[in-house]
């Protein structure tokens, strides 16, 4: 039977500011890549939303970014390497100490935003990411694309590393993501998502943009818990994947 989790964005509320469904959400994914206070996420919201996923059995990940409430992490930063470092550190020991208080624990890192696509292509970056979750634990497992350099990188320096496709993100013909710059690099229908989610669970293939197939191995995939209609979308790709005989579960198990 394949295998395949199935992970969302949670914890990124700030204050009175409410984003995405949480409580919902997890009810549907095996795995929450929980906003760190960088990117998004204050630590009464992502407290809670710690408590829910414990409650619900769901595997942790720090979700890690540059350091830009403003810009939702969505902006590139040319951060010093030792700076970038002590930011991750920073990051994941706060989520771990809101784990701990919650009853569950962090059992993976997932970079956010301009960090997560800089760091898949950006060796000195990425060292300084792989350098900080070594020095936390290094038992942590890192999300990282699927097919980029990242992975094998990460290999190399120690850690487990799965590679990751997106639900809702249209795909270039080389098996990267299209840029949310150009048309059509959301999808909306959560229909279509789902049987695209069913093929590559099935075969390793995705349909790309420009109509051709492309290859993504992927042992994860992610839906954007803040898209319009993230919940029925996610809901259909479990309900689908389910249905045609595939068992959801996190790669990273049940919290230590």
């Not at 939702?72 to 771990?96: T, V």
């Amino acid at each position: 039977m394949p295998t395949i989790d199935l992970n969302s964005d949670l914890g990124e509320s700030f204050g009175q500011w409410s984003m995405g469904d949480d409580a919902a959400m997890l009810d549907i994914v095996t795995s929450a890549n929980v906003a760190c206070g960088f990117h998004a996420g204050d630590p009464a919201g992502i407290l809670r939303t710690l408590k829910a996923a414990a409650a619900k059995g769901v595997t942790i990940g720090a979700h890690v970014a540059y350091p830009d409430l403003v810009g939702f992490g969505r902006r590139n930063m040319d951060i010093a390497s030792d700076e970038l470092s002590a930011d991750m550190i920073y990051q994941i020991g706060a989520l771990q100490a809101l784990a701990t208080a919650a009853g569950t624990a962090v059992r993976y890192v997932k970079p956010h935003g301009a960090l997560y696509n800089t760091i898949a292509h950006d060796t000195r970056q990425a060292m300084a990411v792989i350098e900080a979750i070594r020095a936390v634990d290094a038992r942590l497992v890192l999300v990282a694309l699927a097919g980029s350099p990242l992975i094998e990188l990460a290999r190399r320096e120690g850690l487990t590393c799965i590679a990751e496709a997106f639900a809702d993100r249209a795909y270039t013909p080389q098996g990267t993501l299209v840029s949310r710059r150009e048309a059509g690099a959301v999808l909306h229908d959560a229909e279509q998502v789902a049987q695209r989610m069913l093929r590559l669970v099935r075969t390793g293939e995705v349909e790309a943009i420009d109509g051709s197939v492309t290859r993504i191995e992927a042992d994860s995939i992610c839906v954007h818990g803040d898209s319009p209609g993230a919940i029925q979308m996610a809901r259909e790709v479990r309900q689908l994947l389910e249905q045609s005989g595939v068992s959801l579960q996190s790669f990273a198990g049940a919290a230590r």
